[in-house]
């Protein structure tokens, strides 16, 4: 049985004296008040903007939520300007970290090498990496879905391999990602099967049954029921309903009925 994860990513959003009364907010909304333990039986995590990690670790442990990071360097350190290390994330208390989101991918020049270096780097440092992969629209429409994820997935459990740790990965279709377009539970779940047949061949049948796969690209409180109701979707990488606490507590309630 693989534990429902729901990840928010706030993106380049929200500032630090937002965060108390956020987690306060979406805290009460979600239950986790009245029923600590839910967050046992459903992951909650937060990926923020790097001036919020050490505030955000604090305020978010006392109601047993986890917070990530949205990117970082495959080096431990050096000659690297603008970059961030694992050991200076280690050293706030993060062990997570989103890698390769599609926004990185797109205006940032991150490729499948880069991802996979930082997937490699993240799992030696005993962290979480949620990785993401996913196709354009142009992708689709040209019938190379399949063909584009098989490649993004394929360099990641190369880097992976032959022990994948914690490693999670995210099924972003571009096209969903902040359109308000989701992909339909359908067509999520196809490629999540796709994903967890991958991980089977080329990892081991034991990893395809234990890693968790999420969706995102435009989940909200309406949708999710049914794309966490897919055999192979384990959670969701929910970027804009996560900045709304009312909006991301029904949808960790919705994991917790799962
Ligand atoms: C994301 O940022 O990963 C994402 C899926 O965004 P949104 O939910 O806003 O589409």
Redesign the pocket.
Known sequence: MRTKLLAG?W?MNKRISELAPFFDAFATEAGIDRDPGLVKKVEVLFAVPYPLLAQATQLAKKHGIHIAAQNVHWEASGAFTGEVSFGMLQELGINATLIG?SERRQYFGETDETVAKKVKAALAAGFTPIACVGETLAERDSGKTESVVTRQVTSILGAASPDPGRLVIAY?PVW????GRSATSAQAQEVHALIRRLVREQLSPAAGDRMRLLY????TPQNIDELLAQGDIDGG?????SLKPADFAKMVRSGLAR
């Open positions: 990513n993106k989101h972003e969903a990602i902040g359109t995102g690209g435009s989940a990488l929910v970027g804009g309903a």
